[in-house]
C-alpha cells in the first residue's frame, strides 16, 4: 500500500523553527519529485518547496526563499523527505502537506501535478 506519513507539526512562536518530516513507504517513491504544499484557511494550495527525484534543484516559493529547506533521501525501499523551517513568520501558518509529484518544474507546479498525497500536518506560527 503506497503511504505517505507526515510528522513534525505544531505550534511555534515566531521567528522559531519546526522541522517537517515525510515518510513514502514503497520503492516507487524513489522516481519520483517531491515537495511540500502549505493551504491557509481560506486560501489556494501551493507548493512552498519541492525536489527532483534525485534530490537535487531544489524549488522554493519566494515568500520561504533563505527560510526553508528542503531535503531527500532514497533508500531501497523507503524516501525520506524533509523541510527545515526557520525564521517562522505568522503568515507561514497552514497545513503542510507532503506530495510526490508526477511531474516538476523549475517554476514550480501546481497541486494538480501531484498522484499522492499526505495527511497534512498543522504548522501554527503565534506572535
Known amino acids: 500500500q503506497v503511504q505517505l506519513v507526515e510528522s513534525g507539526g505544531g505550534l511555534v512562536q515566531a521567528g522559531g523553527s519546526l522541522r517537517l518530516s515525510c515518510v513514502a513507504s514503497?520503492?516507487?517513491?524513489?522516481?519520483?519529485?517531491m515537495g511540500w504544499f502549505r493551504q491557509a484557511p481560506g486560501k489556494d494550495r501551493e507548493l512552498v518547496a519541492g525536489v527532483h527525484w534525485t534530490g537535487d534543484r531544489p524549488y522554493y516559493v519566494d515568500s520561504v526563499k533563505g527560510r526553508f529547506t528542503i531535503s531527500k533521501e532514497n533508500g531501497e525501499n523507503t524516501v525520506s523527505l524533509q523541510l527545515q523551517m526557520n525564521g517562522l513568520k505568522l503568515e507561514d501558518t497552514a497545513v503542510y502537506y507532503c506530495?510526490?509529484?508526477?511531474?516538476?518544474?523549475?517554476?514550480?507546479?501546481?497541486?494538480?501535478?501531484?498522484?499522492?498525497w499526505g495527511q497534512g500536518t498543522q504548522v501554527t506560527v503565534s506572535s
Open positions: 506530495a510526490a509529484l508526477r511531474w516538476f518544474g523549475s517554476n514550480g507546479v501546481p497541486p494538480s501535478a501531484a498522484d499522492y
Open positions: 514503497a520503492r516507487t517513491f524513489t522516481s519520483y519529485a
